[in-house]
């Protein structure tokens, strides 16, 4: 494998200068305060960045965790080359998605305090070290990519054996953290411990490239924290989230809305690199992910309809005003893929399965701002985003795609599909 044939040009110059606009925007927010470039407010303390830049953010990356399961977990090989621009893609996403907390926390200096003060009782608290803990299982997983440039084997073969053991004591640190308690933290050490000694003894089918057991960490760290955004919203939202967004079963449709925009987001990405960087995309792969597409997508739809039946809830989609109007789009951006992909045409073009993948992703993200601020009510209080809220989010996904060409241009992101 070796990097794609990317030049700077126009386009790159752009999102660089996007990207020193919002640098600039975060350093103005920094000298003065949260409130002299956004229109946060006692009602609205959470905007435009928590609902666009996390949970939208959280959601777009999950083609990481993904495809990691359908690859090494479920043993569908042929869908190996989709892996390292998806694990890229994660791992750049939730960097983003630290630097845009850091940007929207008033106290950002105290974000050291999650990591001491444990609050097993909070959604927020597990949320925090999910994400702490699967951003550095992403760097594992990105890192034998430089290995592999520098043609680094002594370091691969480091990697490759320290790696389970640092993973055994990131969940038993992090089961200690969540449960308070010593039997539970015990026992998921010896699990744990015994599982790898299994692999190691040849008991257990070993991956000669991936530790199991970090795959299998990101799979449930990212499980873990995709619900939990859900629960957090039930907890800090109760009395002002519309009804038909409000749902005791926020938590699994977070969950299924992001395992549903990660092969999307895979589509999007392979499509999108592959003009951006002249190759070949991947049809033969791509097709097989859009098959799956409707039976993801469906039984989001499902859920959606059940609960609003079993609520009650049907005669809110005509007569909640533009709530019901923001309802029902993010139902039609899902409603349309599922149909588009149904279809064999579709699935076996490129420009089908590039906008089939955008609506998904426009869906996700509607329904992550409804959560967050746009199906809210507050009395006495509005909140409309500041333009230079916007620039901000746009400077930073700016230099998430600048990183990411550099990436794919100096290491061994992209591989062929195999005949």
């Known amino acids: 494998m070796n990097g794609v044939d990317f030049k700077f040009g126009k386009g790159s110059a752009i999102l660089l200068g996007l990207a020193l606009i919002a640098g600039v925007l975060v350093v103005w927010r920094f000298a003065g305060g949260l409130g002299t470039i956004t229109n946060l407010n006692d009602g609205y303390a959470w905007g435009f960045w928590i609902g666009f830049d996390i949970l939208a953010g959280i959601a777009l990356a999950a083609g990481g965790f993904v495809m990691a399961a359908v690859v090494y977990l479920f043993g569908n090989e042929k869908y190996h080359p989709l892996i390292r621009p998806a694990i890229l893609t994660a791992f750049l996403g939730y960097l983003l998605f630290i630097v845009g907390l850091i940007i929207d926390l008033g106290r950002p200096w105290n974000i050291y305090h999650v990591i001491f003060h444990w609050q097993h009782h909070s959604a927020m608290f597990e949320v925090s070290w999910c994400v702490m803990c699967y951003t550095l299982v992403l760097a594992l997983e990105f890192v034998p990519n430089v290995f592999e440039r520098f043609n680094w084997t002594t370091l691969t073969s480091l990697w490759r054996n320290l790696t389970p053991l640092l993973i055994i004591v990131l969940l038993t640190v992090f089961t200690a953290a969540m449960t308070h308690s010593v039997i539970w933290t015990v026992a998921a050490f010896l699990v744990l411990a015994l599982f790898e000694i299994m692999v190691r003894t040849g008991a257990i089918r070993r991956d000669p490239q991936v530790p199991t057991l970090l795959i299998m960490a990101g799979v449930v760290l990212s499980t873990l924290h995709q619900s939990s955004l859900g629960t957090l919203f039930l907890v800090a939202t109760a009395e002002r989230l519309h009804p038909l967004y409000y749902s005791p079963l926020l938590p699994l449709m977070f969950l ?20 951006v960087f002249h190759r070949k995309p ?138």
């Open 256 to 275: 299924v809305s992001a395992v549903m925009v990660g092969p999307a987001m895979v589509m999007f990405e392979s499509l999108a690199g592959a003009r």
């Open 282 to 419: 991947e049809m033969g792969l791509l097709s097989g992910l859009a098959k799956v597409m409707p039976w993801l997508l469906g039984i989001y739809i499902l859920i959606k309809l059940i609960e609003l039946g079993v609520a009650n809830e049907f005669g809110l989609l005509f007569g909640s005003g533009s709530i019901s109007a923001m309802f029902i789009i993010e139902m039609l951006l899902f409603l349309i893929p599922f149909f588009m992909f149904l279809s064999p045409g579709v699935r076996n073009s490129s420009s089908g399965l590039l906008w089939g993948s955008l609506f998904v992703a426009a869906g996700v993200v509607v329904n992550r701002l409804a959560v967050t601020y746009l199906a809210h009510t507050t009395a006495g209080h509005t909140y409309t985003p500041d333009p230079r809220e916007i620039l901000v989010t746009i400077g930073l996904f700016s230099a998430g795609i600048l990183v990411f060409a550099f990436c794919a241009k100096y290491l061994p992101i992209f591989e062929e599909e195999a005949a």
